[in-house]
Protein backbone atom coordinates (compact mmCIF):
# COMPACT_ATOMS: atom_id res chain seq x y z
CA UNK A 1 0.00 0.00 0.00
CA UNK A 2 2.66 1.95 1.21
CA UNK A 3 4.48 1.84 -2.21
CA UNK A 4 1.83 3.22 -3.87
CA UNK A 5 1.65 6.84 -2.70
CA UNK A 6 2.50 9.43 -3.01
CA UNK A 7 2.38 8.53 -7.01
CA UNK A 8 0.35 5.72 -8.78
CA UNK A 9 3.74 5.07 -10.89
CA UNK A 10 6.93 3.70 -9.91
CA UNK A 11 9.37 6.57 -10.83
CA UNK A 12 12.15 3.73 -11.97
CA UNK A 13 10.47 2.09 -14.68
CA UNK A 14 7.74 4.85 -15.55
CA UNK A 15 4.99 2.24 -15.64
CA UNK A 16 1.77 1.86 -12.71
CA UNK A 17 3.08 -0.37 -9.67
CA UNK A 18 1.60 -3.65 -9.46
CA UNK A 19 -1.36 -2.97 -7.25
CA UNK A 20 -2.85 -0.48 -9.46
CA UNK A 21 -2.70 -2.95 -12.17
CA UNK A 22 -4.65 -5.67 -9.75
CA UNK A 23 -7.18 -2.60 -9.39
CA UNK A 24 -7.65 -1.57 -13.14
CA UNK A 25 -8.28 -5.11 -14.16
CA UNK A 26 -10.78 -5.57 -11.53
CA UNK A 27 -12.62 -2.31 -12.77
CA UNK A 28 -13.47 -3.36 -16.41
CA UNK A 29 -15.87 -5.73 -16.64
CA UNK A 30 -15.12 -8.77 -18.75
CA UNK A 31 -17.33 -10.20 -20.84
CA UNK A 32 -18.17 -14.33 -20.58
CA UNK A 33 -18.20 -16.89 -22.93
CA UNK A 34 -21.21 -17.47 -24.28
CA UNK A 35 -20.39 -21.29 -24.45
CA UNK A 36 -18.52 -22.27 -21.22
CA UNK A 37 -19.25 -19.14 -18.90
CA UNK A 38 -15.71 -18.13 -18.38
CA UNK A 39 -14.14 -14.87 -18.21
CA UNK A 40 -12.71 -13.29 -21.97
CA UNK A 41 -9.33 -11.88 -20.67
CA UNK A 42 -7.67 -11.61 -23.90
CA UNK A 43 -8.85 -9.94 -27.07
CA UNK A 44 -11.75 -8.00 -28.29
CA UNK A 45 -13.97 -6.25 -25.72
CA UNK A 46 -16.52 -7.35 -27.92
CA UNK A 47 -15.46 -10.94 -27.96
CA UNK A 48 -18.23 -13.88 -27.46
CA UNK A 49 -16.21 -16.57 -26.58
CA UNK A 50 -12.98 -17.74 -24.88
CA UNK A 51 -11.57 -19.97 -27.69
CA UNK A 52 -12.55 -21.21 -31.04
CA UNK A 53 -13.45 -25.10 -29.60
CA UNK A 54 -16.10 -23.13 -27.82
CA UNK A 55 -17.33 -20.94 -31.05
CA UNK A 56 -17.61 -23.90 -32.66
CA UNK A 57 -19.26 -26.17 -29.88
CA UNK A 58 -21.68 -23.14 -29.45
CA UNK A 59 -22.42 -22.95 -32.91
CA UNK A 60 -22.70 -26.50 -32.94
CA UNK A 61 -25.29 -26.63 -30.24
CA UNK A 62 -27.50 -24.27 -32.10
CA UNK A 63 -27.46 -25.57 -35.26
CA UNK A 64 -28.69 -29.47 -33.26
CA UNK A 65 -31.03 -26.96 -30.89
CA UNK A 66 -33.18 -25.67 -34.64
CA UNK A 67 -32.44 -29.40 -35.93
CA UNK A 68 -34.63 -30.75 -33.25
CA UNK A 69 -37.20 -27.85 -32.81
CA UNK A 70 -38.07 -28.62 -37.00
CA UNK A 71 -38.17 -32.34 -36.16
CA UNK A 72 -40.47 -31.50 -33.12
CA UNK A 73 -42.49 -29.55 -35.53
CA UNK A 74 -42.89 -31.49 -38.39
CA UNK A 75 -43.78 -34.71 -35.94
CA UNK A 76 -46.57 -31.96 -34.78
CA UNK A 77 -47.78 -31.46 -38.03
CA UNK A 78 -47.28 -34.92 -38.75
CA UNK A 79 -49.56 -36.24 -35.36
CA UNK A 80 -52.00 -33.09 -36.03
CA UNK A 81 -52.49 -34.27 -39.75
CA UNK A 82 -53.73 -37.61 -38.70
CA UNK A 83 -55.87 -36.25 -36.30
CA UNK A 84 -57.58 -34.58 -38.68
CA UNK A 85 -57.95 -37.24 -41.29
CA UNK A 86 -59.15 -39.66 -38.86
CA UNK A 87 -61.92 -36.96 -38.01
CA UNK A 88 -62.63 -36.76 -42.12
CA UNK A 89 -62.87 -40.93 -42.00
CA UNK A 90 -65.75 -40.58 -39.57
CA UNK A 91 -67.71 -38.58 -42.12
CA UNK A 92 -67.43 -35.52 -39.82
CA UNK A 93 -66.44 -32.31 -40.54
CA UNK A 94 -66.10 -30.93 -36.91
CA UNK A 95 -65.23 -31.50 -33.83
CA UNK A 96 -64.95 -30.10 -30.79
CA UNK A 97 -61.47 -28.42 -29.91
CA UNK A 98 -61.36 -29.76 -26.52
CA UNK A 99 -61.63 -33.47 -27.85
CA UNK A 100 -59.49 -32.86 -30.34
CA UNK A 101 -56.93 -31.36 -28.03
CA UNK A 102 -57.51 -34.02 -25.77
CA UNK A 103 -56.19 -36.76 -28.61
CA UNK A 104 -52.68 -34.51 -28.84
CA UNK A 105 -53.56 -31.92 -31.72
CA UNK A 106 -51.82 -28.53 -30.80
CA UNK A 107 -53.97 -25.95 -32.04
CA UNK A 108 -50.69 -23.28 -32.54
CA UNK A 109 -48.82 -25.80 -35.24
CA UNK A 110 -50.16 -25.48 -38.34
CA UNK A 111 -48.87 -24.82 -42.24
CA UNK A 112 -51.12 -21.84 -43.01
CA UNK A 113 -53.41 -19.08 -42.03
CA UNK A 114 -55.90 -16.77 -43.43
CA UNK A 115 -59.34 -14.77 -42.15
CA UNK A 116 -61.65 -15.07 -44.67
CA UNK A 117 -64.45 -13.14 -44.09
CA UNK A 118 -65.49 -13.67 -40.07
CA UNK A 119 -63.56 -16.97 -39.95
CA UNK A 120 -60.27 -18.22 -38.61
CA UNK A 121 -58.68 -20.38 -42.00
CA UNK A 122 -55.93 -22.47 -40.98
CA UNK A 123 -53.89 -25.39 -42.68
CA UNK A 124 -52.36 -28.59 -42.51
CA UNK A 125 -50.94 -29.30 -45.79
CA UNK A 126 -53.56 -30.07 -48.01
CA UNK A 127 -56.45 -30.18 -44.86
CA UNK A 128 -58.51 -26.89 -44.25
CA UNK A 129 -60.78 -25.92 -41.20
CA UNK A 130 -62.03 -23.21 -39.05
CA UNK A 131 -60.74 -23.01 -36.08
CA UNK A 132 -62.77 -21.24 -32.89
CA UNK A 133 -61.91 -21.46 -29.24
CA UNK A 134 -64.55 -24.21 -28.74
CA UNK A 135 -64.41 -26.01 -32.37
CA UNK A 136 -62.55 -27.11 -35.36
CA UNK A 137 -65.20 -27.37 -38.14
CA UNK A 138 -65.16 -26.78 -42.30
CA UNK A 139 -62.85 -29.43 -42.40
CA UNK A 140 -61.53 -29.87 -45.64
CA UNK A 141 -59.41 -31.88 -47.45
CA UNK A 142 -57.96 -29.83 -50.85
CA UNK A 143 -58.00 -31.49 -53.65
CA UNK A 144 -55.30 -31.63 -56.23
CA UNK A 145 -53.37 -29.57 -54.35
CA UNK A 146 -50.56 -27.76 -56.36
CA UNK A 147 -46.93 -27.38 -54.68
CA UNK A 148 -47.02 -23.31 -56.76
CA UNK A 149 -46.18 -21.62 -52.88
CA UNK A 150 -45.43 -18.41 -54.21
CA UNK A 151 -48.80 -18.44 -56.37
CA UNK A 152 -50.51 -18.63 -53.11
CA UNK A 153 -48.37 -15.97 -51.50
CA UNK A 154 -48.91 -13.57 -54.47
CA UNK A 155 -52.63 -13.60 -54.24
CA UNK A 156 -52.59 -12.02 -50.92
ZN1 LIG B 1 -15.40 -20.72 -23.43
Known amino acids: MLSCFPSHFLPIFGRKCDCVMRYERKLRVLP ?50 NLLSMVLQTGADSILLADIVSMGFVPGVVTSYSRTGKHDEFGCFDI ?3 MTATKLSSIIKIQNVSLNLHADLDSE
Do not use: P, W
Not at 45 to 54: I, M
Not at 58 to 81: G, M, P
Open 128 to 130: KYR
Open 32 to 81: KCLHCGEKIRYGRTDKKFCCEECRMQHHNEQARDSRAFRRRVLSQLSSNY
